[in-house]
């Protein structure tokens, strides 16, 4: 199973492209925090499972197919 997810996924899970939008740059915001300066980049659309977890209070079992 991946451990980022995309805002594809996010999207695939059912959430409005708005609020996958919010979840990332929160996620971002966090792991930019935490030193992760990587993540300091617009064009980076995938977080690590364990933030958005963290950030939604949901549990990503289900492992998604591919979105290339």
């Known amino acids: 199973m991946s451990t980022v ?4 996924e996010l999207i695939a899970v059912g959430y409005p492209k708005s609020t996958e939008q919010g979840i990332i740059r929160e996620d971002k915001a966090l792991m930019i925090q935490k030193g992760y300066a990587f993540f300091n980049n617009k064009r980076l659309g995938c977080v690590p499972k364990e933030a958005v977890e963290q950030i939604t209070g949901i549990k990503f079992y289900i492992l998604l197919g591919d979105f290339k």
Not at 5 to 8: A, L, N, R
């Open 5 to 8: 997810i995309s805002k594809e």
